[in-house]
């Protein structure tokens, strides 16, 4: 078992930028698979960034090339950089983590009913 915190979110302009963050502790946070998921009013849940023990990454063709996901296994922290923002990115972002032999790439992960570690979520919202 792992415990996760995020924090980070907030309200921005579209186009703007934030950082969440997700500090784990209580587990081995270096084997575990991470990923960032979000819900918005309405959806059902899905996962936006995947990474795996060494640090690959996948992401949801929706924030392809705008949001970035890092680890640091020192701090047992994981990161996602959202770049140009867009009011569609609006939601509750949550982080889970698990323990899988090979980690699921994200289209693979869906709405993460796989995981079992999840944090209390954040919300972000971008206004137009």
């Known amino acids: 078992q792992v415990r996760l915190v995020e924090s980070g979110g907030g309200s921005v302009q579209a186009g703007g930028s934030l950082r969440l963050s997700c500090v784990a502790s209580g587990d081995t946070y270096n084997a575990y698979c991470m990923a960032w998921f979000r819900q918005a009013p309405g959806k059902e849940r899905e996962a936006v960034a995947v990474?795996?023990?060494?640090?690959?990454?996948t992401y949801s063709d929706s924030v392809k090339g705008r949001f970035t996901i890092s680890r640091d296994n020192v701090k047992t922290t994981l990161y996602l950089q959202m770049d140009n923002l867009e009011p569609e990115d609006t939601a509750v972002y949550y982080c889970?983590?698990?323990?899988?032999?090979?980690?699921?790439?994200?289209?693979?992960?869906?709405?993460?009913?796989?995981?079992?570690?999840w944090g209390q979520g954040t919300q972000v919202t971008v206004s137009s």
């Open positions: 889970a983590a698990d323990l899988f032999l090979i980690c699921p790439s994200v289209e693979r992960t869906g709405a993460g009913r796989d995981y079992n570690n």
């Open positions: 990474i795996d023990y060494d640090g690959a990454a």
